[in-house]
């Protein structure tokens, strides 16, 4: 039995038998070693495939929303799933979606203020949480630095008045 140098994967002499447990076993440390996703975590609520979604103070995930109160977003469920049902939830990595249309391509995605679960090409004003950025029409890149430390950049407006 030999392991690469760079990555301690059991490497698979032609002929050998047995080999697709050894690519499994291969796989199950590329996945412990990306951890892009999470889970499984429970659902608060109904959530669909692509949502983003925060974790609440009881333990289970909720569509997220820019609002400073459902923030800051873990990352997009990989799946659908109903109140109390389990998902995944991609926090890093590429993730295509057919159904979305990103305009620009290399521009931010953030959490949408206004769409609960919803992503936009469109800063918000204010509780700013940048998800990745568009890397085609339907596909972005999750960025873990933003995702995973919850960073969120809040605004406030200040209105100066002069007396007269």
């Not at 392991?3 to 697709?20: Q, V």
């Not at 992503?119 to 509780?127: D, F, H, S, V, Y």
Request: net charge negative.
């Amino acid at each position: 039995m030999s392991f690469s140098d760079k990555y301690d994967l059991e490497e698979i002499a032609y002929g050998t038998t047995g080999w697709n447990a050894i690519v499994w076993a291969n796989f199950q440390l590329i996945d412990a070693g990306l951890d892009s996703r999470i889970g499984p975590l429970t659902a608060g609520e109904a959530i669909a495939q692509y949502e983003a979604v925060f974790v609440h103070t009881d333990g289970k995930v909720y569509r997220a929303r820019a609002d400073g109160t459902h923030q800051p977003c873990r990352g997009l469920a990989v799946e659908a799933a109903a109140a109390d049902e389990t998902l995944r939830v991609q926090r890093e990595g590429e993730m295509t979606n057919v159904s979305w249309s990103w305009a620009t391509k290399g521009a931010a995605v953030y959490l949408s203020p206004g769409v609960w679960g919803g992503l936009t090409q469109l800063e918000p004003g204010a509780n700013i949480q940048t998800i990745g950025y568009a890397l085609s029409a339907t596909s972005i890149v999750i960025e873990r630095g933003d995702v995973a430390s919850g960073s969120v950049v809040t605004t406030t407006t200040t209105t100066t008045t002069t007396a007269p």
